[in-house]
């Protein structure tokens, strides 16, 4: 049994995380200041008596009692919609946020791991997305808070680990659904599916032919768990290499829904990727992991979620 911190724990995928980890025997202690996080989120995990919440803002200083044996950095605003309405608080995440997980991952002599993002890469002049690719990035549009938090991240945990010997794993996560995503969190699978099972109008931005590839939230987890467990460091893409347009997912989305709603078409967003699709090479080669959960699949458990969540 381990004993392991997750920033962001109330979220989307930390609070999934924290399932997985407590399914497997470990000791899971969640900090979420809930900007974005839910105690809905971690209803399920309260009553486990190796589950603990601590509500709290990461960027500033993080204290843990006791033994802690991995820091697992989640925390941070993670979509277009909430990156865009809390630019300084993504900024201070990326940036403070790692630094004080970095800290208290130091002080306890744990190994660290740090979620970074396939917006490290921008709009990529390369594809598939390798590892190796230094991105294509736009520092100072709107959506450059998010990235370039993530890349300072990035660079603060390498320099944790060459200077002061901290053990770390650095992720790149993929588009990524499933059970537990907010309905309005404006991400491209919630939108769709909440507009199709609202009998709403699905919206595309752009002309729907820009490319998204999406992992279904049980296979990234395992691909994280997989990643933590090893002696990599990273970064390493974990993500579907399944690519479909966006007007592709609305088709699909309107199939598994039965929605007779009608696509519409708005404006693209300042500097919104054309293409993104993870080269999985070394998390097939040095993990052993790849996805098994198809797109229909997943969005049939996760438009079940919603139909639930939203009566």
């Known amino acids: 049994m381990a004993r392991i911190v997750i920033t962001g724990g109330a979220g989307f995928l930390g609070s999934h995380i924290g399932e997985r980890l407590l399914d497997r025997g470990d000791e899971v202690v969640a900090i979420d200041n809930l900007c974005t996080g839910s105690l809905g989120n971690i209803e399920r995990l309260v009553t486990n008596s190796r589950f603990t919440f601590i509500e709290h803002d990461v960027s500033s200083f993080i204290w843990v009692p006791d033994q802690v044996d991995a820091v697992l950095h989640f925390a941070s605003p993670a979509s277009p919609v909430d990156y865009l309405e809390m630019p300084i608080q993504t900024l201070k995440v990326g940036s403070l946020g790692t630094h004080n997980a970095l800290g208290l991952a130091k002080d306890k002599g744990a190994t660290f791991m740090l979620a970074s993002t396939s917006e490290v890469y921008g709009d990529p002049l390369v594809h598939p997305q390798t590892e190796d690719y230094w991105g294509h990035v736009n520092p100072i549009g709107p959506r450059g808070v998010y990235d370039e938090a993530k890349r300072f991240a990035e660079a603060m945990t390498m320099a944790y680990h060459r200077t002061h010997g901290v053990p770390v794993r650095v992720v790149r996560i993929f588009n990524t659904f499933g059970p537990y995503m907010r309905a309005n969190d404006g991400r491209v699978v919630s939108n769709f599916l ?118």
């Open 194 to 311: 909440v507009q199709a099972l609202a009998g709403d109008p699905i919206t595309i931005y752009g002309d729907g032919m820009q490319t998204r590839s999406f992992c279904y939230v049980d296979d990234e987890v395992r691909g994280f768990l997989a990643l933590l467990d090893s002696d990599q460091i990273g970064p390493i893409n974990i993500g579907n290499p399944g690519e479909f347009t966006m007007i592709e997912l609305a088709e699909l989305v309107l199939d598994v829904t039965g929605s007779s709603s009608e696509i519409i078409f708005e404006p693209l967003p300042v500097d919104d990727p054309r293409q993104r699709r993870p080269d999985i090479t070394l998390a097939r080669t040095l993990l052993g992991w790849e996805p098994e959960i198809q797109l229909r699949e997943g969005l049939e458990r996760t438009a079940a979620y919603f139909q639930r969540a939203l009566g």
